[in-house]
């Protein structure tokens, strides 16, 4: 098992407790932060960065949230010059293909999950990282 430092954004309650549960049973060794959605994050991962602490590898961003949505955070995240690669899952209620593919021609973003999460999935996806 690798340790991984996980972020979930998303506004939902019951899928941050979802996807946490399934990611403690595939990846429990790192830490998981939370945010409720995309400026919160991004104000959370600048405060990180400025402590010089740790930063997630990996992300799982909501697109449909209040204050910024997944594509706000998107566009703002792929500003910053990190040195750090992160590696970025999409998870959304929209089963659009054209979100679909805009999700995916962000440079980090490596998958577009359609809600509801599985374990399988998530499984699948960490072994692509």
Request: aromatic share 10%.
């Amino acid at each position: 098992m690798i340790k991984r430092n996980i972020c979930i954004i998303d506004d939902d309650p019951t899928n941050v407790l979802i996807t946490k549960a399934l990611l403690n049973l595939i990846d429990s060794q790192g830490f998981i932060l939370t945010y409720n959605d995309g400026k919160e994050a991004y104000d959370g991962l600048i405060e990180l960065c400025m402590n010089n602490e740790t930063i997630p590898e990996v992300y799982f961003l909501d697109i449909n949230m209040p204050i910024w949505d997944g594509w706000d955070f998107l566009d703002e995240i792929a500003k910053l010059n990190s040195q750090k690669q992160v590696s970025i899952f999409v998870l959304s209620s929209s089963n659009n293909p054209e979100d679909a593919a805009r999700a995916l021609t962000y440079q980090n973003v490596k998958s577009y999950i359609v809600k509801p999460v599985t374990l399988d999935v998530l499984k699948k996806e960490f072994d692509q990282i």
